[in-house]
């Protein structure tokens, strides 16, 4: 079946612009998680749906950045006044309930670079 | 606070010799512990995971790992690697709240002729 789709592949902004990242979830999947992937930092967490609900927001690094989910599916990663420091690779997870007893399912991510 | 440590920052094997690739997580309670690999440019796939049960594990691709407790260690085994392994490999761990991985920083296997 389909995996998780993530949309834009690559997006190149301005420092200052908002950028919005899309993830299309496994279907059936009612876990998804956003994290960034950059060269200095690793693989780092920045939050966890259930739902629609985000009991996990404590990987966010500041309040520039925020995140939804909608009927409980496609969820949508924002970010506001991009500085450079945001450039990573930002990539979603699904999985078929909480991560204790499930794998993660990545997608191929959004390469997002600020200049 | 937990920590997934991987010693290795790059490993150079010939094709066909075997590989181990080093993790050591630091949790308290049983971890629920993942290796992913992931190829350039690409997203991450999944290579096996413990959860319970057997200490050894199988993956895809005839990869294995080896849960030890005694140790805190989850290491990734493969008897003959093939220059398609080539890519970057993370070992994860569940975090206590259960909401997220804790990923290593990463082992970066390049296979050589």
């Known amino acids: 079946g389909a995996g998780v789709s993530q949309s834009p592949s690559n997006k190149v902004t301005e420092k200052g612009k908002d950028v919005e990242l899309r993830c299309d979830p496994i279907?059936?999947?009612?876990?998804l998680y956003w994290y960034r992937q950059s060269l200095g930092q690793g693989l780092e967490f920045l939050i966890y749906?259930?739902?629609?609900?985000?009991?996990?927001k404590s990987g966010l690094p500041s309040d520039r950045f925020s995140a939804e989910r909608t009927g409980g599916s496609v969820s949508t990663l924002t970010i506001q006044r991009t500085q450079q420091e945001d450039s990573a690779v930002y990539l979603c997870?699904?999985?078929?309930?909480?991560?204790?007893?499930?794998?993660?399912?990545f997608g191929p991510g959004t390469r997002l670079t600020v200049t | 606070a937990q920590s997934v440590t991987q010693p290795d920052i790059h490993i150079t094997v010939s094709e066909g010799a075997s590989l181990e690739l080093r993790c050591n997580y630091s949790?308290?309670?049983?971890?629920?512990l993942f290796w992913y690999v992931q190829s350039p440019g690409q997203g991450l796939q999944l290579l096996l995971k413990?959860?319970?049960?057997?200490?050894l594990v199988q993956g895809i691709k005839g990869f294995e790992a080896e849960f030890k407790r005694s140790q805190s260690s989850f290491n990734l085994r493969k008897p003959s690697v093939h220059w398609s392994d080539a890519a970057e490999y993370f070992c994860?761990?569940?975090?206590?709240?259960?909401?997220?991985?804790?990923f290593g920083k990463g082992t970066t296997l390049s296979v050589s002729s």
């Open positions: 749906f259930q739902g629609n609900s985000a009991p996990d």
């Open positions: 994860a761990v569940v975090n206590q709240a259960g909401t997220a991985l804790i």
């Open positions: 279907s059936g999947h009612t876990a």
């Open positions: 949790y308290g309670a049983t971890p629920y």
């Open positions: 413990y959860f319970s049960g057997d200490t």
């Open positions: 997870a699904s999985s078929l309930t909480s991560a204790s007893g499930y794998e993660q399912y």
